[in-house]
């Protein structure tokens, strides 16, 4: 899933395009990738000496999904660990204080949970909705939300998965690798367990024998599997050779076996001009949970082959692309499991990308496919008209956002697909996916439209819009490596449309933005939805709660702002973006701090109750 490139002062940070080596040097890197802003005298950038006395892992931690990550996205993960390692000292910098930890740090997780939001969905239809028993609030507990406690994520500067609850355990990653499992009351720490890289994706939570395992991905590649009771690694497993992979959707859960959605950095590699552009293939990959052994994994597009070159003379590489950002969704009925896929990155397009597809359950095999639009190969060298943009040159509409599998009053099942373009798609499962309605709800674009969730209660299907744009920076200093301003008056708006034709049942507009820098009334989160209130996260901050009747605003809470946590750990909030709200046993938790798209930056996860309950 493409994102708005940002080219102003490359020129200086990323050089001229390298050659890969042997033996990676992290000097020569930083010299060549760092040293144009590192070694210049500027009150906003740590000098090299400065760096030098950093530990390693939190230079790595900043490459990462960090203030320097829109810079080092084109950088392989060897290059940023090499230049981590060359700089700074050895050892962590991040450490749980003792006051942090539970008096009581056992995790007993029951056979069968009370109340519980597993994943990225309640339930494996992704549909995004917490029945009234299992979120245990109504409408007029939703009014008297208010914070019960913050927990803030040490050493990181955004904040973008979504915690998974069962009863009174909560389970969430973070930016910087670490996944915490905490308890819900007070927000005190069970344990925490290391990941190589950053852990965007919702956690799912499998009953192995008597065990309970916790699965999740993170932003190098790695799939794990960790014991829910002690945090202890059961099984590591690299589910993609290919270096740029990223594993951003939750996976799913069935009869054993753990279906994994395969995405990828590929595309913003695509920069540098010497880069041989573009080989990773998206993918789902099914493995036994038990040990990680492989039953199957079906790639979305086919082998690479050379396809000639660039100006610059550099070997070009297709097909590409079609990564899965999303989480797959189950159709227990009719034994399959369906996903959507994101834009080829290079020539030539195929017709699986910008596609709901759906593969069998035992085998993997591609029943069958819709794509909704065709031609679509882009990546981040688009921005700038670089040499290894493809031909077709977007319009990067790719699916962001899960299929939604529900049923309509007539006892029909529907599949619902939100996409990039800002047009809500209906299909018909019994029919190979034909489509039965599509509506327009957003103007669309490289960061518009749907980005990453709708929910639905079976009666409408609630989708928010981000159709984020942005500004230029008015006289920017010398090597400001921001992303460009969101502009404060686009995007954003929240409409309710119903599930059998598609008709808009309501629109909730945007709400205004204030003063603050980075605000925009874009609402890029996934949308979640409980009996009569819909919860809509925006970049400007705040978390919202809308009538499901009428779109009428029930609640309003600005997260971006400085927290006092549990955990003593300095922290803010700031964008919501991707995850969106847990809402589960008369909670709701929320991650702040989403600076990718040009939003503010924050390192926090909320917790709310109603008050009467405190």
Same mark, same amino acid.
């Given at each position: 899933?493409?994102?708005?490139?940002?080219?102003?002062?490359?020129?200086?940070?990323?050089?001229?395009?390298?050659?890969?080596?042997?033996?990676?040097?992290?000097?020569?890197?930083?010299?060549?990738?760092?040293?144009?802003?590192?070694?210049?005298?500027?009150?906003?950038?740590?000098?090299?000496?400065?760096?030098?006395?950093?530990?390693?892992?939190?230079?790595?931690?900043?490459?990462?999904?960090?203030?320097?990550?829109?810079?080092?996205?084109?950088?392989?993960?060897?290059?940023?660990?090499?230049?981590?390692?060359?700089?700074?000292?050895?050892?962590?910098?991040?450490?749980?204080?003792? +006051?942090?930890?539970?008096? &009581?740090?056992?995790?007993?997780?029951?056979?069968?949970?009370?109340?519980?939001?597993?994943?990225?969905?309640?339930?494996?239809?992704?549909?995004?909705?917490?029945?009234?028993?299992?979120?245990?609030? =109504?409408?007029?507990?939703?009014?008297?939300?208010?914070?019960?406690?913050?927990?803030?994520?040490?050493?990181?500067? =955004?904040?973008?998965?979504? %915690?998974?609850? !069962?009863?009174?355990?909560?389970?969430?990653?973070?930016?910087?690798?670490?996944?915490?499992?905490?308890?819900?009351?007070?927000?005190?720490? +069970?344990?925490?367990?290391?990941?190589?890289?950053?852990?965007?994706?919702?956690?799912?939570?499998?009953?192995?024998?008597?065990?309970?395992?916790?699965?999740?991905?993170?932003?190098?590649?790695?799939?794990?599997?960790?014991?829910?009771?002690?945090?202890?690694?059961?099984? +590591?497993?690299?589910?993609?050779?290919?270096?740029?992979?990223?594993? #951003?959707?939750?996976?799913?859960?069935?009869?054993?076996?753990?279906?994994?959605?395969?995405?990828?950095?590929?595309? *913003?590699?695509?920069?540098?001009?010497?880069?041989?552009?573009?080989?990773?293939?998206?993918?789902?990959?099914?493995? $036994?949970?038990?040990?990680?052994?492989?039953?199957?994994? *079906?790639?979305?597009?086919?082998?690479?082959?050379?396809?000639?070159?660039?100006? &610059?003379?550099?070997?070009?590489?297709?097909?590409?692309?079609?990564?899965?950002?999303?989480?797959?969704?189950?159709?227990?009925?009719?034994?399959?499991?369906?996903?959507?896929?994101?834009?080829?990155?290079?020539?030539?397009?195929?017709?699986?990308?910008?596609?709901?597809?759906?593969?069998?359950?035992? *085998?993997?095999?591609?029943?069958?496919?819709?794509?909704? *639009?065709?031609?679509?190969?882009?990546?981040?060298?688009?921005?700038?008209?670089?040499?290894?943009?493809?031909?077709?040159?977007?319009?990067?509409?790719?699916?962001?956002?899960?299929?939604?599998?529900? $049923?309509?009053?007539?006892? $029909?099942?529907?599949?619902?697909?939100?996409?990039?373009?800002?047009?809500?798609?209906?299909?018909?499962?019994?029919?190979?996916?034909?489509?039965?309605? &599509?509506?327009?709800?957003? +103007?669309?674009?490289?960061?518009?439209?749907?980005?990453?969730?709708?929910?639905?209660?079976?009666?409408?299907?609630?989708?928010?819009?981000?159709?984020?744009?942005?500004?230029?920076?008015?006289?920017?200093?010398?090597?400001?490596?921001?992303?460009?301003?969101?502009?404060?008056?686009?995007?954003?708006?929240?409409?309710?449309?119903?599930?059998?034709?598609?008709?808009?049942?309501?629109?909730?507009? %945007?709400?205004?933005?204030?003063?603050?820098?980075?605000?925009? %009334?874009?609402?890029?989160?996934?949308? #979640?939805?409980?009996?009569?209130?819909?919860?809509?996260?925006?970049?400007?901050?705040? !978390?919202?709660?809308?009538?499901?009747? &009428?779109?009428?605003?029930?609640?309003?809470?600005?997260?971006? $702002?400085?927290?006092?946590?549990?955990?003593?750990?300095?922290?803010?909030?700031?964008?919501?973006?991707?995850?969106?709200?847990?809402?589960?046993?008369?909670?709701?938790?929320?991650?702040?701090?989403?600076?990718?798209?040009?939003?503010?930056?924050?390192?926090?996860?909320?917790?709310?109750?109603?008050?009467?309950?405190?």
């Amino acid at each position: 899933m493409a994102r708005m490139t940002i080219v102003f002062a490359m020129a200086l940070i990323l050089g001229s395009a390298w050659s890969m080596q042997a033996q990676i040097s992290g000097e020569t890197i930083y010299k060549q990738r760092c040293a144009g802003c590192h070694e210049v005298v500027n009150p906003r950038i740590p000098a090299r000496d400065a760096l030098q006395k950093m530990p390693a892992a939190r230079i790595l931690r900043a490459l990462d999904f960090g203030l320097m990550m829109n810079v080092a996205y084109p950088l392989r993960r060897e290059e940023r660990e090499a230049v981590a390692s060359w700089l700074g000292t050895a050892g962590d910098d991040v450490a749980v204080p003792p +006051k942090a930890y539970c008096s &009581d740090r056992t995790v007993r997780l029951p056979a069968r949970a009370k109340s519980e939001w597993n994943g990225w969905s309640p339930t494996t239809s992704n549909d995004r909705f917490q029945s009234g028993a299992a979120a245990g609030l =109504n409408v007029q507990q939703v009014r008297d939300l208010k914070l019960k406690w913050a927990f803030g994520f040490d050493g990181d500067v =955004n904040a973008s998965a979504q %915690p998974a609850v !069962i009863d009174q355990y909560l389970f969430i990653g973070s930016a910087g690798g670490t996944v915490n499992a905490l308890s819900t009351a007070t927000g005190c720490v +069970k344990w925490t367990f290391q990941a190589t890289g950053p852990v965007r994706s919702a956690i799912v939570v499998a009953r192995v024998g008597q065990r309970h395992t916790l699965l999740f991905g993170d932003q190098t590649g790695w799939f794990y599997a960790v014991d829910a009771a002690a945090g202890k690694l059961v099984w +590591k497993k690299r589910v993609e050779d290919h270096e740029a992979t990223r594993l #951003t959707g939750s996976p799913i859960v069935h009869d054993g076996v753990v279906f994994v959605p395969v995405a990828s950095w590929e595309e *913003t590699r695509a920069l540098g001009t010497s880069y041989a552009c573009c080989t990773f293939r998206g993918s789902v990959v099914a493995l $036994r949970v038990g040990d990680g052994s492989l039953v199957w994994k *079906t790639y979305m597009v086919g082998q690479p082959t050379q396809r000639g070159k660039t100006r &610059d003379g550099v070997a070009t590489w297709g097909p590409s692309g079609a990564g899965i950002w999303s989480t797959p969704t189950l159709d227990t009925k009719r034994r399959l499991l369906y996903v959507t896929t994101g834009d080829n990155y290079s020539t030539p397009a195929t017709d699986t990308s910008d596609a709901v597809i759906a593969l069998e359950l035992a *085998t993997g095999k591609i029943a069958w496919s819709n794509q909704v *639009t065709a031609g679509d190969a882009y990546n981040s060298a688009c921005g700038s008209r670089g040499a290894n943009c493809p031909e077709e040159n977007g319009p990067d509409y790719d699916f962001g956002s899960s299929t939604i599998l529900t $049923r309509l009053p007539n006892g $029909r099942d529907i599949l619902i697909a939100g996409q990039k373009s800002g047009i809500v798609y209906a299909f018909d499962p019994d029919k190979k996916g034909e489509m039965i309605w &599509d509506v327009r709800v957003g +103007k669309g674009g490289v960061n518009g439209g749907v980005q990453w969730g709708m929910a639905t209660d079976g009666r409408k299907v609630y989708v928010a819009v981000s159709d984020v744009a942005r500004t230029r920076r008015t006289n920017p200093e010398p090597f400001d490596v921001g992303l460009p301003l969101v502009d404060p008056k686009q995007g954003g708006g929240l409409t309710a449309l119903g599930i059998i034709d598609g008709e808009r049942a309501w629109y909730a507009p %945007p709400a205004p933005c204030d003063s603050k820098p980075g605000c925009s %009334p874009a609402q890029s989160a996934a949308v #979640t939805a409980i009996p009569g209130v819909v919860f809509s996260g925006s970049i400007d901050g705040h !978390i919202r709660a809308f009538s499901a009747d &009428d779109g009428k605003l029930l609640w309003d809470f600005d997260t971006a $702002r400085e927290f006092e946590t549990v955990n003593g750990v300095k922290a803010r909030g700031g964008s919501l973006d991707g995850p969106g709200a847990t809402v589960v046993g008369g909670m709701v938790f929320v991650s702040s701090g989403y600076s990718r798209n040009g939003g503010m930056a924050g390192n926090i996860l909320l917790a709310f109750a109603p008050s009467k309950n405190d």
